[in-house]
């Protein structure tokens, strides 16, 4: 009976070995699907421009978050458009001419791409972002924005990067306060 008993089990182990394994998809779905859901929640929250490693932004603490725009960038050498280089800088400071006419043109072409504009893009002029490395001449930034302006461009942002502002202490609050009311009484 032992032989027998042995026997059986040994025939039920190879019957099992002789099956197809299947794939338990469940839990593996379920991470699948926390996973998408976290990426989708995460993912809206950040705006993210271009990075050019070319280009130092300058600090600042601005709360407002900059909208999606067409960007230019500048840097000490290049002009570029939405990711197009369209002119050397050192050219367009040796110009007489405000406007830079590559750029007028690009812009040109971007604001063909979408002709109908909102009623708040009539009013306050198209959306560009200026990405300006902190160490170009504001003469050369002047006339990139005096072309974006003339270009129907004139709602413009200045790219900058954002500094947490650390909060300051009551200790600190309370001396301007005091300073402030000796100096207006």
């Given at each position: 009976m032992k032989n027998n008993s042995h026997n059986?089990?040994?025939q039920r182990h190879k019957a099992r070995l002789k099956k197809n394994s299947t794939l338990q998809l469940t839990a593996l779905m379920d991470i699948?699907?926390?996973?998408?859901?976290?990426l989708l929640v995460n993912s809206s929250d950040v705006e993210v421009?271009?990075?050019?490693?070319?280009?130092?932004?300058?600090?600042s603490v601005a709360e407002e978050k900059p909208e999606e725009t067409v960007v230019v960038m500048v840097n000490n050498?290049?002009?570029?458009?939405?990711?197009?280089?369209?002119?050397?800088?050192?050219?367009v400071l040796q110009s007489?001419?405000?406007?830079?006419?590559?750029?007028?043109?690009?812009?040109?072409?971007?604001?063909?791409k979408r002709p109908e504009l909102s009623e708040e893009e009539q009013e306050?002029?198209?959306?560009?972002?200026?990405?300006?490395?902190?160490?170009?001449?504001?003469?050369?930034?002047?006339?990139v924005m005096t072309t974006c302006a003339k270009a129907d461009f004139r709602d413009?942002?200045?790219a900058v990067n954002k500094l947490e502002v650390?909060?300051?202490?009551?200790e600190s609050l309370q001396t301007l306060q005091s300073l402030s009311e000796r100096e207006s009484g």
């Open positions: 059986k089990r040994r699948f699907t926390i996973l998408v859901f976290f421009l271009e990075a050019n490693k070319d280009i130092k932004l300058p600090d050498t290049d002009l570029i458009v939405q990711g197009k280089k369209v002119a050397d800088v050192e050219l007489d001419q405000v406007e830079i006419a590559a750029l007028a043109e690009e812009l040109a072409y971007h604001a063909a306050r002029g198209r959306s560009v972002t200026v990405m300006g490395d902190k160490d170009v001449p504001y003469q050369l930034l002047k006339r413009i942002a200045l650390p909060e300051p202490d009551p």
